[in-house]
């Protein structure tokens, strides 16, 4: 191997280690060296003064250093419809993070991508093909440091669940490529839009985002129902819990006393479902 050839070089030609040294500055932190047998391990003993071993110390820490695992791990991959949610934590009490970087890349072969980079712990990746193998890893970046650690062991997650998407065939209705994001448009039409699949189920929270608001209506309203109903105007009707524009709460076609901030852009609608027994 290459790490042979460098350390049999002989009569002060070191050009080999150079070119070895050269080279491993410049390896892929995901790409680990092949791991000898015990037996072919060479194994030296000397005895040293204390002064040779404190400037061979010296030498030793200018190169680098050997850790037994990277400071910061994969810790949980939770399945979310269209999504992962990955969760990570440090591993090693002496390194003190600044930022985090988490990739992912699907199957086992191609190129990581950046998924997110910040203080965080945890982080949702979206647009994962359901039933699709995908890799993640983390690495971390310390107080007052350029570089990064090296990579966490590559961890494979994969979600069983379908995005969530709105159906197809409404007029009144423009959708994003994805299906994901919904306009409503200046049609004189006025229809319910519903998901295309009953996609959320319970123990799961659904987010919804407002990124734009028109003209209000008494009949607009955001929420989850039991059963799909086409040709109604609202979703305040039986068998639904929702919310309208002004932040009226209505629950099975009926409103409620309490009172929420009317809807604006940037508003995001957070519902948690559970089961409970009557």
């Known amino acids: 191997s290459s790490g042979e050839v460098a350390v049999s070089c002989s009569g002060g030609d070191h050009q080999d280690l150079c070119n070895f040294t050269t080279k491993a500055l410049h390896i892929q932190l995901d790409s680990l060296p092949e791991v000898p047998s015990l037996v072919e391990v060479p194994c030296l003993s000397a005895q040293l003064d204390d002064a040779f071993l404190s400037m061979a110390r010296d030498h030793i820490s200018r190169l680098g250093a050997v850790a037994s695992r990277p400071p910061v791990q994969v810790e949980e991959l939770l399945e979310r419809p269209g999504a992962i949610l990955v969760r990570w934590c440090k591993v090693d009490e002496d390194f003190a993070p600044r930022d985090f970087r988490l990739q992912y890349r699907r199957g086992a072969a191609g190129h990581f991508e950046d998924a997110y980079v910040g203080s965080e712990c945890e982080f949702i990746v979206l647009h994962i093909d359901p039933h699709m193998d995908y890799q993640f890893r983390v690495c971390a970046r310390g107080e007052g440091r350029q570089e990064w650690s090296p990579w966490s062991v590559p961890q494979l997650g ?28 200046d049609s004189l039409q006025h229809e319910v839009l519903y998901s295309k699949a009953p996609t959320y189920h319970p123990g799961q929270t659904l987010t919804f985002r407002v990124e734009t608001a028109g003209a209000p209506d008494r009949r607009d309203s955001i929420g989850v129902c039991v059963k799909k109903v086409d040709g109604l105007e609202s979703l305040q009707r039986e068998g639904s819990v929702c919310m309208s524009s002004s932040g009226a709460v209505f629950v099975n076609g009926k409103e409620m006393t309490n009172q929420l901030p009317p809807i604006s852009p940037g508003s995001a609608i957070t519902f948690d479902m559970e089961l409970v027994s009557l």
């Open 158 to 185: 994969r979600t069983t669940l379908i995005p969530h998407e709105w159906s197809l065939g409404l007029d009144c209705y423009s959708l994003s490529s994805r299906r994901n994001i919904a306009l409503r448009n």
